[in-house]
């Protein structure tokens, strides 16, 4: 197994991921890494839907691919490459997610991240007790070989997409994982340079180590 820092220096998002079926073993030892993760008073409301259903992943694309054509398309046509990446890369970036637009639903797993909510609406707090879980858990696919991308542009159609997913009313959805073996290697992550995003007391001075 790769040690730590070479699993988070690696995990990037992968788009691009085989129909083949994940034995039921694997996806349990991602789903108690994400328990692992920390949340607000260890209040734990997190919830995880397992999904492989063909019809419910089916229903969920659809409306992941209309905020695509819609949204996420036409910004990606015309947006600038992010720190650490550049023209070539990310045409490429913009063709994997198409790519994933098109095949969401194709992941032979989908585990969807939500959260008890009771009956007050979203917010960034209570995004902030989910995330964690998310990224442990794409940190354990990564260690076990599998690929997976963050992912919550269907929260660009929140409550058609809670609803396809049969989420009672309290429970909202945060991310969905489309999870499988990946068609593409795993590599190392694109960033900008630590000295551009970090300061050393007083905002603005470059942090040097
Ligand atoms: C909050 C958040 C939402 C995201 N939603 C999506 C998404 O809906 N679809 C997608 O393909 N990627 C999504 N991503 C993945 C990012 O595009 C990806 O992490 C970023 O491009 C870096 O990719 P890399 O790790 O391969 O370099 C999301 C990431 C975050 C943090």
């Not at 023209?87 to 095949?103: G, S």
């Not at 194709?106 to 009771?118: H, K, M, S, Y």
């Amino acid at each position: 197994m790769p040690e730590l820092f070479d699993i988070i220096r690696t995990t990037r998002a992968m788009r691009r991921l085989k129909p083949d079926p994940i034995p039921d073993d694997l996806v349990r030892q991602i789903l108690e890494a994400g328990t692992c993760a920390p949340s607000g008073g260890n209040a734990q409301k997190w919830r995880f839907l397992v999904v492989k259903n063909p019809e419910t992943k089916q229903a969920v694309q659809r409306l992941y691919k209309r905020a695509y054509d819609e949204v996420i398309g036409p910004r990606y046509a015309t947006a600038s490459p992010p720190p650490g990446s550049d023209p070539a890369k990310y045409a490429r970036q913009h063709a994997a997610v198409e790519y994933l637009t098109e095949h969401f639903h194709e992941a032979p797993v989908w585990i969807v991240v939500c959260q008890d909510d009771g009956t007050t609406p979203p917010t960034r707090g209570a995004g902030a007790s989910v995330y964690p879980a998310v990224q442990n858990m794409l940190l354990a696919a990564r260690a076990l070989g599998l690929g997976s991308t963050l992912t919550t542009r269907h929260m660009m159609f929140a409550k058609e997409a809670d609803a396809a997913l049969g989420l009672p009313e309290n429970i909202h959805s945060y991310a969905i994982l489309p999870i499988g073996y990946p068609i593409g290697n795993f590599g190392p992550v694109g960033r900008g340079r630590l000295e551009e995003v970090v300061f050393s007391e007083k905002w603005g001075v470059p942090y040097t180590s």
